[in-house]
């Protein structure tokens, strides 16, 4: 929250300054500072399929957490830990996929199907193979990798099973992310 809020107070303080390409007045009407209707439905014709799937996948993430802490705080700290790895193997990937729809969204408004379709697929086939050799690196060495984070013989202990049990579907993951 304070780094949230100092970099809000930074970023406001830019804006205002006038250094900036964009420049905030604050001496202006308070109207100017609030979108316009007609803006705010287009953002949500945009984007509010997107918010209900995030919203989804948050409230699902959470019903697990809820889950997995029923088993007590190693297990607890062995699925942190496994969510981390998983996100640290899968940033390459979010990347990938923005990019890939920029890609796909310039050949399909030239009418280029065919070349759509192919960057897809070479991004899916590029993500696999990123996610893939991460999740055989932690497949291959998880009480190494977990020992990192935590070295209580029973966090261990759950975060190997834990990861031996996830990593194989990293793979089809990565397929899912682009």
Known sequence: VIAMGMGTV?????????????????????RYYFPRL???????NLAGINTLEMFGMNTFNLVMLNFVASWGTGALA????????LMLVSLAGFD??????????NNLGAQKIKRAELSSWWACGLNALIMG???MIILGL???I????????????????YLRM????????AVWLI
């Not at 205002?16 to 308070?30: A, E, P, R, T």
């Not at 007609?38 to 949500?44: G, H, Q, S």
């Not at 977990?146 to 099973?161: C, H, L, R, Y």
């Open 38 to 44: 007609a803006t705010v439905k287009e953002m949500i």
């Open 146 to 161: 977990v020992g990192v984070f935590d070295k209580s013989p029973e966090v261990v202990e759950i975060a190997t099973n």
């Open 10 to 30: 930074f970023g406001l303080w830019s804006l205002s300054k006038g250094k900036l390409v964009v420049k905030i007045s604050f001496g202006k009407d308070f």
């Open 96 to 105: 990938l996929a923005t990019s890939t729809n920029i890609i796909m969204a």
């Open 166 to 173: 996830t990593t194989p579907g990293w793979f089809l993951l």
């Open 133 to 135: 050799v991460g999740g």
């Open 78 to 85: 062995a699925y942190g830990i496994g969510q981390r790895l």
């Open 142 to 144: 998880p009480g190494q």
